[in-house]
């Protein structure tokens, strides 16, 4: 009996071994796939800014070329003018002749020279329009770190509980844990929560050219609650769409840039091995992104 004891003993332990080894290896995947997403949106924003700056420098480098052959052009045109000047001191029929070569000469250079100014013309255009580009991303880039910093002054108060935001890829992340929210199986916004939501919907009031996307997350225990919730796809959904409402509550808000989104357990930011990490995955995301429409037109415009 001792001996069948011990093998049972170990046998479990095996298995809490093997457990604990599949959702590190589930860990592990989620973060490189994490990983893989972040290093493919840096990548192309190096693209994106390697390209601006090529342009740019192409169209000095074309500026430079035609101011040359423009300055080119206003010199020969000037000794062709003192040609002119010389050639009509004198009456006899083959000056003459020479004089009408030189005007048709001085008439194709002049044309030449309107011609290079007007794609100098264009080229300072495309420089500008560049400059005007790189000042747009900038200046959304300001607006989300000022964004950033005007939710963590306004959700000051709610620090240590469960309550975080962060700027990361360009977008602003206001996460809040569900003991801040919500009861366990409840999508009924506590009051301490609902406060929290409400200083986010005034500082979304001031700021109406964002768009906000609100994901309801769980962890990965199936939910066994009776009522009309189906399971945790439901439960996340509905636990947004919450949050939608109440931010809808107030009239500066634009109801049409919020969308709310249901993610279940399937975009956890722990391992839901533990307590802890469980309670790190039962959140709401309020995810702020600035509108691009502006920076996608001028590129297009290129």
């Known amino acids: 009996m001792l001996a069948l004891m011990t093998s049972c003993v170990s046998k479990k332990i095996y298995n809490d071994l093997e457990t604990k080894l599949a959702d590190l290896k589930k860990e592990n995947r989620a973060i490189s796939d994490e990983n893989e997403a972040l290093s493919a949106s840096k990548k192309q924003l190096e693209s994106d800014k390697e390209k601006l700056e090529k342009n740019l420098d192409d169209v000095n480098a074309n500026l430079a070329k035609v101011k040359a052959d423009l300055e080119a052009a206003k010199n020969k045109m000037k000794v062709m003018q003192d040609s002119y000047a010389a050639l009509e001191k004198n009456s006899n029929e083959a000056l003459e002749a020479n004089m009408k ?47 950033k910093e005007t ?35 409840s999508w009924a916004v506590g009051p301490e929560g609902k406060k929290a939501i409400v200083e986010v919907g005034k500082v979304l009031g001031d700021n109406p050219d964002i768009s906000v996307l609100i994901e309801g997350h769980t962890d990965n ?30 009239s500066k808000v634009n109801r049409q840039n919020l969308t709310a989104a249901g993610r279940s357990e399937y975009s956890p930011v722990a391992s839901n091995a533990s307590a802890d990490g469980k309670a790190k995955n039962r959140r709401i995301e309020i995810i702020l992104t600035p509108k691009l429409d502006e920076i996608s037109k001028m590129l297009n415009d290129f």
């Not at 963590?152 to 975080?164: H, P, Q, R, V």
């Open 101 to 147: 070569k030189n005007r048709d000469l001085l008439a194709q250079l002049d044309a030449k020279a309107k011609a290079l100014a007007a794609e100098q013309d264009k080229l300072n255009a495309s420089a500008q329009q560049l400059k005007e580009l790189q000042d747009l991303i900038a200046a959304k880039e300001a607006a989300m770190k000022k964004l």
């Open 221 to 250: 225990v199936p939910y066994e609650g009776s009522g009309p919730i189906a399971d945790n796809w439901d439960l996340s959904t509905k636990r947004a769409t919450a949050v939608v409402t109440i931010l809808g509550e107030n």
């Open 151 to 185: 939710l963590s002054k306004a959700l000051n108060g709610f620090e240590g509980k469960g309550l975080t935001v962060e700027q990361k890829n360009g977008k602003v992340y206001v996460s809040m844990e569900n003991k801040l929210l919500f009861n366990s199986g």
